[in-house]
């Protein structure tokens, strides 16, 4: 399936074993986080001077969980930045079926490796993100396999977590980042056989839509 949200990948530590995943999808064109059901307050105020904590729309703070200092903007509660401070690009998670026992596949399509997590991740080139797209304003900026922080295990189902490092940081007003994954070759992630939603192609391709956010100067 696509990866509609962070969903249970960055489920909280006590309900989900968190691993550094290096070798033993769900996949999708990603349409967006659902919007919490209640407000939450999840970024500091541009004047509370307190500690930068993103709260995915299962409460799982994402500054703890993947240990980002800097203000995150990725789920719908982490969307306003401070002025000319850097900040991290955080994107929805790619799932993969458990195993090679139980991945199914489309016609004609073979994996490179037995389980669908390691063929995500020999495949997975990395990502560029661009800020502010379609504008004078735009910019690209593209990043290796690094941001592919964990690999967090839930109900035996792996997900693989982004986050990029740290961005530059921005002037006030609306801004948006659009992120496009890179892959060295045809990825399905094993839980289905539709190559429009359970497979990622060679080369690059929107991952997320064009996200919008706000930044706002500093309050003294």
């Known amino acids: 399936m696509r990866p509609i949200r962070i969903r249970a990948a960055l489920a909280m530590t006590a309900v989900a074993t968190v691993l550094t995943y290096m070798g033993s999808g769900t996949a999708q064109a990603w349409q967006g986080w659902p919007e919490p059901a209640a407000a939450q307050s999840v970024t500091p105020t541009p ?16 500054n703890a969980l993947l ?39 489309p016609a004609g399509y073979t994996p490179s490796l037995p ?5 995500f991740i020999l495949k997975f080139l990395g990502v560029r993100i661009v800020q502010d797209i379609g504008t004078p304003q735009e910019r690209s900026f ?21 986050a990029s490092p740290a961005l530059p940081g921005l002037r006030p007003g609306t801004h948006t980042s659009t992120v496009f994954f890179r892959m060295s070759f045809e990825h399905c992630d094993g839980a289905g ?6 497979c990622l192609p060679a080369g690059e391709t929107a991952y ?5 956010f706000e930044v706002v100067k500093q309050r003294a």
């Open 142 to 162: 593209s990043f290796g396999p690094e941001v592919l922080r964990l690999v967090v295990i839930e109900e035996g189902i792996p997900f693989a977590t982004f």
């Open 47 to 62: 004047s509370s001077g307190t500690a930068n904590r993103c709260l995915d729309p299962e409460g799982t703070d994402l």
């Open 67 to 105: 240990s980002i200092r800097e203000q995150i903007i990725g789920p719908p509660a982490c969307r306003v930045a401070v002025a000319m401070k850097p900040w991290v690009s955080v994107f929805p998670s790619w799932g993969t079926a458990a195993d090679a026992a139980g991945a199914v596949y």
């Open 193 to 198: 056989t539709s190559r429009e939603d359970d």
């Open 208 to 212: 997320t839509g064009n996200i919008a």
């Open 115 to 119: 389980k669908p997590m390691d063929d």
